[in-house]
């Protein structure tokens, strides 16, 4: 039996899919650094009810309004943070982004040193401020969920800076 390893939070990163010009597919997804929080809060909804036979209530999870809550220090020449600070600083409505979240502690079936378990899924962008503290230039906002999780497979560049998402581990 081999012995329990803690899983550092620095295992489980972010990748964010930066629009195409012209509307075509996202292919490459570019490692979210300089974020200060990225949080997921699940947000169950739950059905609760009572029956007449038991004293407590019965809940079941029946859904998620998932969220990642972020935070991020601007940096010049970061195309994912200029592309949040763009939707946040131009009041852009409707915008919507791909995130793949990679565990680098999971490689999954295919046992590969580039591939790892990974979960797609669709949010929408909430902006919320901008301008805090007096060092760098701050914002902060949320994710909101726009479609199920997709799991899959990523395959992460040899710097660690991007990768690609497939539903299935390479053969």
């Known amino acids: 039996m081999s012995e329990a390893k803690l899983v550092r939070r620095s295992q489980r990163v972010a990748f964010y899919g930066i629009p195409v010009s012209g509307g ?58 200029a592309d949040l600070a763009k939707v946040q600083d131009d009041e852009l409505k409707g915008e919507t982004r791909d995130i793949v979240v990679v565990d680098f502690f999971d490689k999954g079936e295919s046992k590969k040193d580039d591939e790892y378990v990974a979960r797609k899924r669709t949010y929408s962008i909430l902006p919320d401020s901008s301008g805090d503290g007096t060092d760098a230039l701050q ?33």
Do not use: W
């Open 139 to 171: 914002y902060s906002g949320s994710f909101s969920v726009k479609t199920d999780i997709v799991k899959g497979y990523a395959r992460v560049a040899a710097d660690g800076k991007t990768c690609t998402f497939s539903e299935t581990a390479t053969p």
């Open 24 to 81: 075509g597919e996202i292919s490459t997804y570019n490692r979210m650094e300089h974020f200060t929080s990225l949080t997921e809060g699940k947000n169950p909804i739950t059905y609760e009810r009572q029956y007449v036979d038991k004293d407590s209530q019965d809940s079941d999870v029946t859904g998620y309004g998932t969220t990642l809550e972020y935070g991020f220090d601007h940096h010049s020449g970061d195309a994912v943070l």
